[in-house]
């Protein structure tokens, strides 16, 4: 059974920093892409950034491109999501999600497995 565990929430500053973790395990998950993903308060769920275990190419959105930054830890089965330089609008709890499939798509009900979620509060 796969399960997802996010890790590292909390409150920070804006122009801070923060890495969060999403500890994956119950597969080999070589063939998955993996999906970080938000959510706040009277909003849609959106897509952050994802990455491709296997070739380990990554995608972000608009809003975080070169301030956010995904990796994976394969010894660990650990994707990290690095935020630097957040801002207050990326307050919102914070999601990993995974698909079977190494393609990535960035709506989330492409992804069967879900985290519970951390909360990331960016305070200004």
């Known amino acids: 059974q796969v399960q997802l565990v996010e890790s590292g929430g909390g409150v920070v500053q804006a122009g801070g920093s923060l890495r969060l973790s999403c500890a994956a395990s119950?597969?080999?998950?070589?063939?998955?892409?993996m999906g970080w993903f938000r959510q706040a308060p009277g909003k849609e769920r959106e897509f952050v950034g994802g990455i491709n275990w296997s070739s380990g190419i990554t995608y972000y959105a608009d809003s975080v491109k070169d301030r956010f930054t995904i990796s994976r830890d394969n010894a660990k089965n650990t994707v990290l999501l690095q935020m630097n330089s957040p801002k207050p609008e990326d307050t919102a709890v914070y999601y990993c999600a995974a698909r079977q499939t190494p393609v990535m798509i960035t709506q989330p009900n492409n992804y069967r497995y879900w985290g519970q979620g951390t909360q990331v509060t960016v305070s200004s």
């Open positions: 119950g597969r080999t998950f070589s063939t998955y892409a």
